[in-house]
DNA sequence: GTCTATACATCGATAGAC
DNA sequence: GTCTATCGATGTATAGAC
């Protein structure tokens, strides 16, 4: 996955989408859904066919293969998180705090992982489903967007406000663990995806315990 | 999966297991194996059997279904799991601090997850890739165990350590969630699961936050 | 109890009509 | 571009010998 694969084809230039990439889209948006509810090894071609509001055998004028569907939706995934983390970074004022930063970083990353976005949801949800070749190349992008991750921490460290008995490698793995495992339990209802942001935030940087 | 299939037979008493039971033992520990490397939906019985010195055929002597084989090893971890966070709390002075009972919780939790325990980390790995009844059914199993964490956190709360502003149910699948996302990142080697345990503890209640 | 052989279903992928 | 028809591979489960 290269820079020059991950730029989007100027959309605004392309008033007209052709048949084949609408019906290549909903191919997509419905594998992403299928994905995500059944996961990767007990979704069947037909499944997204018939989502897709096409034929079985049609997909593969789309698509080389079922692994190049999922290949395609794990990219879309991850183009997603990633803008959305920078976006939510690069919206604060230009001297905001590394704390700031973080904690934006964090309300990024939660609103698009449950925002009920198929694409991100199906990414961590099949992951570790998907075949080992594959699974390879997105360790190494996932690793990529985690230095986003590891620069806020290490700046947050540099100016002194991390305690001496805090493993920065370790505590960046459990923050966005349990930001990812939220999927396995959040239902939409009692609280927004930006609260339970705060909540991260808050057991992140404070822990639960009263201060007195 | 009722009640009765679930009481154990009196292992102390019966100094020579049988045949099928050593056999019944093996297909397990396979399974187990098998699941957590190969996820449910890509693991065959095929290779259960291989790796359990058998052959296909002769598993159904021994269990009804694939579906049984997998019920059976989700029963055992979460037993394994629960009795480890049991005892790590019983292990304490009776007068323990509900902080320490929490902290020995994290350990008991954790060690068990990423001691390598195949039938613990299979239950994490595949959870979501099982039949939506059997999900149903240990979804169920897993509130009840989820019980103990209920009562200590409220305890900690009730004796006025716990900030205002924290939601203690979301704080705990917060917890429970970057403890089991971590059979997903943690390699053995230059931590141990006590220094992930305690990295979690602090985190979870003072904070990544120098006190200043 | 464990084996071999096989019935039966399912699914990814391809071929070829339109 | 999208359809229908079908091949070939694979895998669960069963039958029956030993």
Redesign the pocket.
């Known amino acids: 996955m290269n820079e020059a694969s991950l730029k989007i084809q100027a959309p605004a230039l392309k008033q007209k989408p052709?048949?084949?990439e609408v019906?290549r889209g909903r191919i997509l948006d419905a594998a992403a859904l299928v994905f995500r509810q059944k996961g990767y090894a007990l979704?069947?071609?037909?499944d997204i066919a018939k989502r897709a509001k096409?034929?079985?055998?049609?997909i593969?004028?789309?698509f080389e293969?079922?692994?190049a569907i999922v290949a395609e939706v794990l990219r879309i995934a991850n183009e997603r998180t990633q803008n959305h983390v920078s976006d939510a970074i690069a919206s604060l004022p230009a001297d905001a705090s590394v704390h700031d930063r973080i904690v934006a970083a964090i309300h990024g990353h939660l609103k698009i992982v449950l925002s009920g976005d198929q694409y991100t949801s199906a990414h961590i949800r099949i992951f570790d489903q998907i075949p080992d070749k594959l699974r390879q190349h997105f360790l190494k992008v996932l690793d990529e967007s985690g230095q986003i991750w590891r620069l806020l921490l290490e700046e947050f460290k540099a100016e002194g406000h991390v305690r001496d008995d805090i493993d920065l490698s370790v505590v960046r793995l459990l923050l966005i663990g349990m930001m990812n495992w939220s999927v396995e339990w959040y239902r939409a209802g009692r609280l927004t995806p930006d609260q339970i942001a705060d909540q991260v935030a808050l057991m992140f940087f404070e822990g639960i315990t009263r201060k007195s």
């Open positions: 052709t048949k084949a019906t979704t069947r071609l037909s096409t034929q079985t055998g049609s593969y004028y789309h293969s079922r692994e």
